[in-house]
């Protein structure tokens, strides 16, 4: 059995020989494939001849049992790449770990059952899951500035550069973040999310991925973008957190008085009504990220979690009572085993409140008992909408708003089961 020296010494070894330029790999075979049976459905425009018009698919997480077997990650994988053929997807995205922890990374599992299963029509994308809380194996720990030896980005393009490597059918062309993640212990504007951070991103994707035009951006909740930190040629504004809690809930604070609200979130006021969310705040953000868009590089970002067991209550924002979410996929399972108090500090808000325990699966806060309180970012979206409903939303959105042709599907693993 190696040792973890001598699988980084493999590991960083094999990188040097990998810098040959994307665009000598970027051979597509475009055989017919048996995925493409839409190839001919424009799905949401039957009419539309507009060719900019696109639909992306974000990936930011990934149910533990499906990291661990080759069979679980196989399966996981066909259901994501049907549901990109069925909805004519123009832009996926897969979730990249450390390596040396992901056997799905490590062991290429996603390029055998995702990268070169993708549709022609499809774009790949990585978002690069490269925290300075959680250095990478092989780059400093604790995590001290950008750019120093074994740096984490550096390591993780190097990563991207090696998938590609082995990719016959498709490469990877752009790359995503999530700008939380990317923060140094929680600290707005620090870790890679700064200027110097967004300069050294494209410094590496230009050395990397020579050829291949800068394609990177953060998934954020910067409608209007931001000129020192929006500089990868794409952005994500995360308009479906504006507007979650509706004036009930803003009185409430959020929280189970929210929840259990009868007005509820603006999804569930404005329930496969897609005129009516658009009269509200969602409407207004999209209106200011149009003006802002004029460059159309931005993707507008929508939720499709869907977290209570009906529509009748609507969870939004922090210290949520989270139950079972029988859509969800993976199926995640929460069951309540005590009672407590707890004392957390979490979306800028603090609590000292009853609290319940719960197990699952693979909470936000980690494997094992947490309790509600440390729930944070919850909501109940458009996965409590039709599905047929939101494909209408989509389309309505790419039609009225004139910057907005792109728009992307916040996530493969909140898709209802029911969609599938």
Known sequence: ???????????????????????????????SSTLNEYEHTNFLHPHSTVSNQKIGIWHESIPNQCKKTELQFKNYCNDYIN??????ITRAFFLIQDPFFCPYVKQNWVVTYWLDKLPSNCEAGFVLDTEPDSPWNGSPNPWTAIGGTNDMMELAFQEVVRLNSLAISKKVTCIGFDTENLYLGGVKDTGYSTKDGSSWITKMFQTYLPGVPVDWGWA??????????????????EIYWVGETSPACNIAGGGDACSSAQNGTDYCTSLNDVNKLLSGP???ALKSFSESNQNQ???????????TKGTG????????????????????????????TTNFILCGASSNIPGTEFTATAPSAGTGQVTKSAICGLLDA???WDESTFDTFLATVQTNYSNVPKVMIYEWNFIPQGWI
């Not at 549901?83 to 004519?88: E, L, R, V, W």
């Not at 590089?297 to 977290?307: L, N």
Request: proline content about 4%; aromatic content about 8%; some cysteine.
């Open 1 to 31: 059995m190696e040792t973890e020296t001598q699988q980084n010494t493999v590991l960083v070894s094999g990188l040097q020989n990998l810098t040959t330029p994307l665009h000598n790999l970027l051979t597509m075979h475009t055989s």
């Open 83 to 88: 549901y990109i053929a069925k909805k004519k």
């Open 220 to 237: 954020s909740g910067r409608i209007g973008g931001d000129s020192t930190l929006d500089i990868g040629g794409a952005r994500y504004p």
């Open 282 to 284: 969602i409407g207004n």
């Open 297 to 307: 590089q931005g993707w507008a970002m929508f939720s499709v979690e869907k977290w």
């Open 313 to 340: 209550e609507c969870v939004a924002s922090y210290n949520t009572d989270l139950v079972d979410a029988p859509d969800m996929i993976p199926k995640v399972k929460y069951t309540i085993v005590s009672s407590g």
């Open 382 to 384: 458009f996965g409590i």
